[in-house]
């Protein structure tokens, strides 16, 4: 069974940082990404890493401040996050693509038959 279990979200006042951590199960061998949701908004994929960790993908709303890094020795994701803005507060969700490049999985507009997602951890950045 694949699980994907997000923690390290809460919240945070403007310029603060957290760490978001994902533990996938059930997976070998794929692209890992942080998506957001902010309620009235789209969905966003803001940042993607292949499996061996080298290529990696950011939205503009966040590059320079997030960084997403893996450990797969421990089969953890990390995404940390500096700078934090009011704007960052959304629900963010850890996601596995089996299929698609990085580009592509990041960019959330090219369908996968291979993807999972996780329940979600909710970030919340005061001003």
């Known amino acids: 069974e694949v699980q994907l279990v997000e923690s390290g979200g809460g919240s945070v006042q403007a310029g603060g940082s957290l760490r978001l951590t994902c533990a996938p199960s059930g997976l070998s061998l794929y692209a890992m990404g942080w998506f957001r949701q902010a309620p009235g908004k789209e969905r966003e994929g803001i940042s993607c890493?292949?499996?061996?960790?080298?290529?990696?993908h950011y939205s503009d709303s966040v590059k320079g401040r997030f960084t997403i890094s893996r450990d797969n020795a421990k089969n953890t994701v990390y995404l940390q996050m500096n700078s934090l803005k009011p704007e960052d507060t959304a629900m963010y969700y850890c996601v596995a693509d089996g299929q698609l490049s990085v580009t592509d999985f990041c960019s959330g507009k090219v369908d996968s038959l291979d993807r999972h997602w996780g329940q979600g951890t909710q970030v919340t950045v005061s001003s």
């Open positions: 890493i292949d499996y061996s960790g080298i290529q990696t």
